[in-house]
């Protein structure tokens, strides 16, 4: 996603690409264009040491006022800090109107769950982002839980997986009452599979994962097929029977209209499935 919005992206959007997690995500990995990490928009804020009451107040504004009255200066410094300024009040002024104090003053339009994780708020919080119209290009968000699960598996596996599917459920109900639906597709992934043999209370990492693509316009077909446990490869992983990397070629070309060689490496040998109708 990172090398889409350098080649699609613009210079002056910071909310282009969102991560929804309060730190910058590796898939959203930039080399030109600005994203924004974001908690939570109504979780917006910055600290000012030393200040606080009035003086609080008025910093962030007046910081982003010297930003955009510095952002053309020949010093690439200046520039540069000038230029962080102003996305930074930027990005809190397109934020300000759903939340105040801390607190989300956006009602979400479906029931997500309810739990001290803050996934499904999250996820509550990015749909009330795109309902308001901010220029969202693409986002990122880690799933709750640890998936690392050598021991206690058969306990905690389920109880992540279940918060992740009936958040992402509540996010899509939400979307498709407020109309947006069709503007937008989930894609889940994991960077690891599983191995087949139970390594203490629980499985080893292995190759072969699995993603799911979620929405609309998704085309509900699958993509490879399950290849089975009789016969695994040297190091005990189950076989892959598709490249992700064509999921990602489908979604640059059909979904984001991009030439997937400008942005997957090797792209002309992978194959192009249909996924999105």
Avoid at 196 to 205: M, P, Q, V, Y
Avoid at 244 to 256: A, H, K, M, P, T
């Amino acid at each position: 996603m990172g090398r889409l919005l350098d080649r699609v992206g613009a210079p002056d959007n910071p909310l282009q690409g969102i991560a929804l997690d309060g730190q910058l995500s590796p898939a959203l990995a930039t080399a030109r264009n600005p994203v924004a990490a974001v908690d939570k928009p109504e979780d917006v804020g910055f600290w000012t040491p030393g200040a606080w009451g009035p003086a609080e107040d008025l910093a962030v504004g007046a910081f982003t006022a010297v930003g955009r009255s510095l952002v053309g200066s020949r010093d690439p410094a200046v520039a540069q800090a000038a230029q962080a300024a102003a996305f930074a009040g930027g990005v809190r002024d397109a934020l300000a109107p759903l939340g105040k104090d801390g607190k989300p003053t956006y009602t979400p339009a479906a029931a997500y769950p309810q739990t001290t994780d803050a996934f499904p708020r999250r996820l509550a919080g990015f749909a009330a982002m795109l309902a308001a119209g901010l220029p969202i290009r693409c986002a990122a968000i880690s799933a709750p839980g640890a998936y690392d699960t050598h021991a206690n598996q058969a306990e905690t596996l389920p109880k992540n997986l279940a918060l992740t599917c009936d958040s992402l459920l509540a996010f899509q109900r939400d979307l498709e009452a407020r109309g947006l639906a069709d503007r937008v597709l989930t894609l889940v992934w994991s960077e690891f599979g599983r191995r087949a043999a139970e390594n203490g209370s629980g499985t080893d990492h292995g190759a072969a994962g699995v993603g799911f693509l979620l929405g609309t316009r998704a085309a509900g077909t699958m993509i490879g097929e399950f290849p089975g446990l009789g016969k695994l490869d040297p190091d005990g992983n189950l076989r892959a029977t598709a490249d992700f990397r064509g999921v990602y070629e489908s979604l640059i070309g059909d979904w984001f209209g991009v030439d997937p060689a400008a942005i997957l490496p090797g792209a002309a040998g992978i194959g192009r499935p249909a996924v999105i109708r």
